[in-house]
């Protein structure tokens, strides 16, 4: 971008990048339709909004839950369905496939099929991470790691092919060679072979084996050791889908300008910009000098009304400043309920299930603001209506007949339907 938009033309860059203005002519056997009342619709965004998946859904749809205890599961799968057309599901190696040659295939298979059936995407999160590594790497060679972890890529990439496309290739690697928390194999992989030729080796093996897929790097490091690290993938030779940015904020709100400054710098790649993890808490802010957040432990860390007002404000600005930017592509939030990760009220539902201010105020963008409602347009004299609709999918309808149409790209678009 020439010129980054500041706080106050957010909403004007939005409909810049997000937008198309449509002129839609319908044209029957005999020529133009004129006069024709027709009903639009939008039934998808292209931006991709998502959430994580919520280990009560993956009981849910492997038939787990008893009938008392489906209800809330399914509360919570409305509210998300509701919102999102994304959803990550964890292949975390060790959590996977805790005892070597028994993975829960089956298991993730049917929560990914789940989800495609109620019209979201669904992403693979991570291919290789060193944290939630398998202990069963450590009594391995470097050379019976790696032969491991390419096929343990194998297996996922080409077996959820067709369902899941699009992964996390590999995870924070820009610690991953220097991790010193805990011993693991990841962490010894890519010590000896080198942040880039790991990625390398990642991302073939996965292209082998489904060479349809869409892979990300992605990582909480947003310093310059990131955008070295890209840089070098790039120059040798490694193709990058899009790059995935964390942006756990449990320490306080970055705000539009930091946010808008690394998506910039990131863009200068022309790849797109996934926003893979973002978070916001409605309760009291963990300590700045927490370095790592996974090492702050609280009993209880509760949502508050003064927090929730605070992080509805917050999200607002965080979800229309990512929109603001052509290059971001996608924003992934974590967790969707309270007490999901690290304890932390950072959902957009409390605990119990109930949606908190945050979430109305992004239902308010996502389907209001940025959504068009069914509208009836009389096509005139030519056949036509013109229309300005966020990108995505819409469904026309007129005399009994159906038809759907899609806008990918922002400005002025004509489209001729032949009904």
């Not at 010590?191 to 030729?197: F, H, S, V």
Request: hydrophobic share 40%; charged share 20%.
């Amino acid at each position: 971008m020439s010129q980054l938009p500041d706080p106050e033309h957010l909403d004007q860059a939005i409909r810049r990048h997000r937008t198309a203005v449509a002129t839609v002519t319908l044209q029957g056997p005999g020529g133009p339709l004129a006069g024709q009342e027709v009903w639009l619709a939008q039934t998808r965004h292209r931006f991709l909004f998502g959430g994580t998946w919520g280990e009560g859904t993956l009981a849910l749809v492997n038939d787990e839950l008893d009938g008392a205890a489906r209800r809330p599961v399914e509360q919570r799968n409305r509210h998300y369905l509701n919102l999102f057309n994304l959803v990550t599901l964890p292949f975390y190696w060790g959590r996977f496939e805790p005892q070597r040659g028994r993975p829960q295939t089956e298991r993730l298979r049917r929560a990914a099929q789940w989800y495609r059936d109620q019209g979201c995407r669904v992403k693979g999160h991570p291919l290789c991470w060193h944290t939630l590594a398998p202990d069963w790497l450590l009594g391995m060679s470097n050379a019976e790691i790696l032969a491991a972890q390419q096929a343990r890529i194998r297996r996922e990439v080409a077996g959820f092919a067709g369902l899941i496309d699009l992964w996390d290739g590999i995870n924070e690697a820009v610690i991953m060679p220097i991790f010193d928390r805990y011993d693991n194999g990841l962490t010894r992989l890519g010590n000896q072979l080198g942040r880039i030729q790991l990625i390398r080796t990642v991302f073939e093996t996965a292209r082998q084996a489904n060479p349809a897929c869409a892979l990300l790097i992605n990582d909480f490091d947003v310093s310059p050791a990131y955008d070295i690290l890209v840089e070098g993938c790039l120059a040798a030779g490694i193709r990058i889908d899009a790059i995935g940015i964390q942006t756990h904020m449990h320490q306080g709100y970055w705000g539009p300008a930091r946010t808008l400054a690394v998506i910039e710098r990131f863009a200068r790649f022309n790849l797109p910009v996934h926003f893979t993890e973002s978070s916001l808490v409605s309760g009291h802010r963990m300590p700045p000098e927490i370095v790592d957040l996974n090492d702050y432990q609280v009993d209880e860390w509760p949502s508050t009304p003064a927090g929730e007002v605070r992080q509805a404000q917050e999200v607002v600005l965080h979800y229309k400043t990512l929109l603001a930017h052509p290059a971001v592509q996608a924003v992934t939030w974590w967790d969707f309920t309270d007490g999901g990760w690290l304890n932390a009220p950072s959902g957009l539902l409390r605990a119990d299930g109930t949606p908190k201010p945050a979430y109305l105020a992004l239902e308010q963008l996502i389907k209001g603001e940025w959504w068009l409602l069914p509208t009836r347009w009389v096509t005139d004299a030519a056949g036509r209506f013109t229309f300005s609709g966020f990108l995505g999918d819409y469904e026309l309808a007129w005399g009994g007949q159906k038809m759907a149409l899609a806008l990918e790209q922002a400005g002025p678009v004509a489209v001729n339907l032949a009904v």
